[in-house]
Every structure is written in C-alpha cells, then in structure tokens.
T-cell receptor, first 116, second 113 residues
C-alpha cells in the first residue's frame, strides 16, 4: 500500500450532506481507480481515471456521484446528498502507464464513510 | 461474461496448518491474475501476479498456481500464522477493455490458535 494516500480515513456525514474523498496516487502513477466495498462484500469498481480524463465510469451511480483527476492535485470522489446506503469503504488504487502489461495496482488504505 | 469466483467463501484453520484457496475465472482474453491480501480495515496488498506463461509463483509462505487451460488458480498458505487471518482476493485482468480488472468476492480466512 505504500504510496497511495487516501484521506480522510474516516468520515461521518449526515444525510443530505456532501462527502469528498481524496486520493493521491503513487509517485509516477497516472492511472487512478475507485472502488467501493460494503461490509462483508467484495470490491466493486466505480470509476477509472487518467489525468484530466474519465476513462470508464460504468460503475458509478448515475446521480450524486462524480470523480475527477485534475492535472494538478489528488483525485477526488465526490458524493452529493449522501444517504445511508452510501456508507461503505471507498478504496483508491493507482498504477503506472502500461498497466495492461501486468503492472501491479497499488491500493490505498481506504476511506470509511458513515452516513448518520 | 467475465467473472471471477472464489471458494470457499470463508475458512477457519488451526495455526500451523496449511490451506488452499481457489479461484476460477472466465475472463477472456486473459492477461494476468493477481492475489491480494486484505486485512480488516486495511487496503488490499498484492501477494503475487502471474501471466499466462507462469504456472507457479511464491512469496514466502504463499504459493500461487495458475492453470490457464482450465482457468483456475489456487493460493496455498503453508504453516499458517495468526497474522494470515484476512480476506484473500483474486483479481483477473483482461487484455482489452477500458476497465479490464475483474474481482472475486474473496475468501475470508481465520487462523485460530
């Protein structure tokens, strides 16, 4: 996990508030992925980004969720008007260009969102 | 349909014993297969990665095997330790597709003294 930094590690929001989760990839990595993990379940793909581009957002809910990976700064997963069902662990992962060759994907420690 | 299935869903073993976790996949065209260990409350950590031509790869007490013909992989843990208690996730990559990673739901291993 070394190098992929996520913050905050834990976040509590009331229903209707906004949650912003940040991810700084490993140095030299330009590919970022976001996954969601519900308790006792596996990792579910949400979105795959490269710098300034969303490559695949097929796993993102159509409403309230958005992600970006700007030229400068961390990737941000934004959840608007949170509901209790959004409570989960959100993991960010990064890889270097040429991931199709088998480069390892490194995960962050996750951000735990609790909606009360 | 690209899928990854792991078995068993959960496993309890005594400290010092060996165990084997299974991963079957239907991902095509196949690129590589990874095993990750995820401790409770932590992010997944890579254990091994294998490409089509590799049959076995070891990382300490962890040994992964791959049979690309039958599309099966196993993770063997030798002389288990309490710290091996975790979820073990199989991830298979396809050669094509914008998002080419397919995750198993994991095997929850508990090692008891």
């Amino acid at each position: 996990n070394a190098g992929v930094m996520q913050n905050p590690r834990h976040l509590v929001r009331r229903r209707g508030q906004e949650a912003r989760l940040r991810c700084s990839p490993m140095k030299g990595h330009s590919h970022v992925y976001w996954y969601r993990q519900l308790p006792e379940e596996g990792l579910k793909f949400m979105v795959y980004l490269q710098k300034e581009n969303i490559i695949d957002e097929s796993g993102m809910p159509k409403e309230r969720f958005s992600a970006e990976f700007p030229k400068e700064g961390p990737s941000i997963l934004r959840i608007q008007q949170v509901v209790r069902g959004d409570s989960a662990a959100y993991f960010c992962a990064s890889s270097s260009p040429g991931r199709r060759s088998g480069n390892t994907i490194y995960f962050g420690e996750g951000s735990w969102l609790t909606v009360v | 349909k690209n899928q990854v299935e792991q078995s068993p869903q959960s496993l309890i073993i005594l400290e010092g014993k060996n165990c084997t976790l299974q991963c079957n996949y239907t991902v095509s065209p196949f690129s590589n297969l990874r095993w990750y260990k995820q401790d409770t409350g932590r992010g997944p950590v890579s254990l091994t990665i294998m490409t089509f031509s590799e049959n076995t790869k070891s990382n300490g007490r962890y040994t992964a095997t791959l049979d690309a013909d039958t599309k099966q992989s196993s993770l063997h843990i030798t002389a288990s330790q309490l710290s091996d208690s975790a979820s073990y996730i199989c991830v298979v990559s396809a050669q094509t597709g914008a998002n080419n990673l397919f995750f198993g739901t994991g095997t929850r291993l508990t090692v008891i003294p």
